[in-house]
């Protein structure tokens, strides 16, 4: 079966996590995904957060999966004869440098155009124009710049990052979206584009509710859905909400059977108002079904504290498996909190290829993260990250060097 990406081709000049979450992406979804590294170092993650010594990361093998690896020093004209090549060639070059460095080797828009003016150039910046637009970012500075650090955390902690990594994957899966809107859009114009994906504003996308409660809090004073209400004091800013649901249907984590020793014996409950009668029958509630203070929604904002206590009364009972299957029956909203091991080993997952097993030459057998998106005419296979420079030679084959030239650009360090 053929590939959604096929016959695209990418120079994937990213390093790091946020570029390459993206040209994953596009080599999963079939793209030919050409990794540009400098030679004898390779991206920086190769050697971070090592596990085993000598052998690429966890960090780096999760992230580069499906990829060719070339080593191209840019700061040879040797090797930016071979990047000109290669940018002759492909339909998209992918960046996440620091604002001003592929200035700085001479990879310029106008240079890029004149060789290939169908290229489309995507990049990854901490901040779009204004007053960072110079800045180095990481991602807990995108999760605090782009207004998720303020919004999470207990409501009367310090702002809190998030383990998911919105900033830089989630920035990646952006560019990614931009770079498939951009090819579609070449198929008309016959030009290629820029593409933008600042760090700040994706995280602030994915922040777009907190946008909305700012101007409701505005208007109204108060989120009655907020563990702040009734009791407490709104300022002038959203405020962290600990771990309520933030949307129309209130809900919270409550512990279960266990919880004493199991960090992670918890389930979120979410009180939805088309199955209120179902909890007050499950919780052996049955008379808030018609008592005035428990009714109707709006009436039940007032005492979700009491509410969640009483429940959580009940999911202490049960361990987060047996809540689940008895809540699923009556059709109420509730997920287990899930450790990364129970994710790792969960056989569900592994049948979708969601959780893949990789065999890489060095490393050994490894778990990683399969490509969460499913293309029913696409699907997707993933083979392991490339050593660094493994296709050296055959993509500067397949560019029309021949074996003495390459050989010239070894010696030079060129490549
Ligand atoms: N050949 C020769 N030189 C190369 C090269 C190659 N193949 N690849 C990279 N380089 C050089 C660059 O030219 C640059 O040199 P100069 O500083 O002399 O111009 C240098 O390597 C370093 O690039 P960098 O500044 O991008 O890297 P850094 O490690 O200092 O910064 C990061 C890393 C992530 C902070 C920065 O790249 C950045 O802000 N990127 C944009 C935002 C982003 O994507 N952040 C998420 C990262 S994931 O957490």
């Known amino acids: 079966m053929g590939k959604a990406l096929d016959g695209v081709r990418i120079l994937d000049f990213t390093h ?34 090592r596990d085993i010594p000598g052998v690429d990361s966890l960090y780096f093998t999760m992230l580069n999966h499906n990829k060719r690896s070339v080593t191209i020093n840019t700061k ?14 492909c339909d998209v070059m992918v960046e996440n440098f620091a604002p ?7 990879i310029t828009w106008e240079h890029i155009q004149a060789i290939n003016p169908r290229m489309i150039v995507a990049s990854v910046k ?16 995108a ?10 955390g207990l409501e009367d902690g310090i702002p809190m990052v998030t383990g998911a990594q919105i900033g830089d994957s989630g920035t990646g899966l952006h560019l990614a979206l931009g770079i498939v809107a951009a090819l579609y859009q070449r198929t008309h114009s016959g030009r290629g584009q820029k593409v933008l994906a600042p760090m700040q504003d994706a995280v602030l996308n994915l922040c777009r509710v907190k946008l909305r409660d700012q101007q409701r809090l505005e208007r109204t004073h108060t989120l009655h859905e907020f563990p702040q209400y009734p009791d407490g004091k709104f300022g002038e800013a959203v405020p962290r909400a600990g771990n309520a649901s933030g949307g129309g249907q209130p809900g919270s984590i409550l512990r279960c059977k266990g ?61 987060k498996y047996e809540a689940m299957e008895i809540l699923n029956k009556y059709d109420i909203p509730c997920g287990p909190i899930l450790s990364m091991k129970e994710i790792a080993y969960e056989p569900s997952l592994r049948e979708t290829g969601t959780v893949v097993e990789v065999d890489h030459p060095t490393r050994g057998k490894y778990l990683t993260v399969g490509n ?31 074996a003495d030239e390459i050989s010239a650009l070894r010696a030079d360090g060129a490549v």
Not at 284 to 306: C, I, M, N, S
Request: hydrophobic residues 35%; charged residues 25%.
């Open 126 to 141: 901490g901040f779009g124009p204004g007053p960072y637009e110079d800045c180095k970012v990481y991602e807990n500075v």
């Open 100 to 106: 001003g460095a592929l200035d700085r080797m001479g």
């Open 372 to 402: 969460p998106i499913k293309l029913s005419d696409s699907p997707t296979e993933v083979t392991r990250s490339p050593l660094l420079g493994e296709h050296t030679d055959e993509v500067l084959g397949q560019l029309g060097f021949g």
């Open 143 to 152: 999760q605090c710049a782009g207004g998720a650090a303020s919004t999470t």
């Open 259 to 319: 919880w004493e020793a199991d960090p992670n014996a918890y389930i979120y409950f979410i009180t939805q108002a088309a199955v209120w009668p179902a909890i007050c029958r499950v919780i052996g509630e049955e008379g808030w079904v018609d008592d005035d203070a428990f009714k109707t929604p709006q009436a039940r904002l007032l005492h979700l504290k009491p509410i969640f206590r009483r429940i959580e009364q009940w999911t202490m009972t049960k361990d």
């Open 16 to 49: 790091v996590q946020s570029g390459p979450t993206c040209t994953q992406l596009l080599a999963w979804l079939g793209a030919d995904v050409i990794k540009v590294e400098r030679p004898g170092e390779g991206d920086a993650t190769r050697g971070q957060l």
């Open 76 to 89: 040879k004209p040797g090797g930016m004869a071979v990047l000109d090549r290669l940018i002759a060639t």
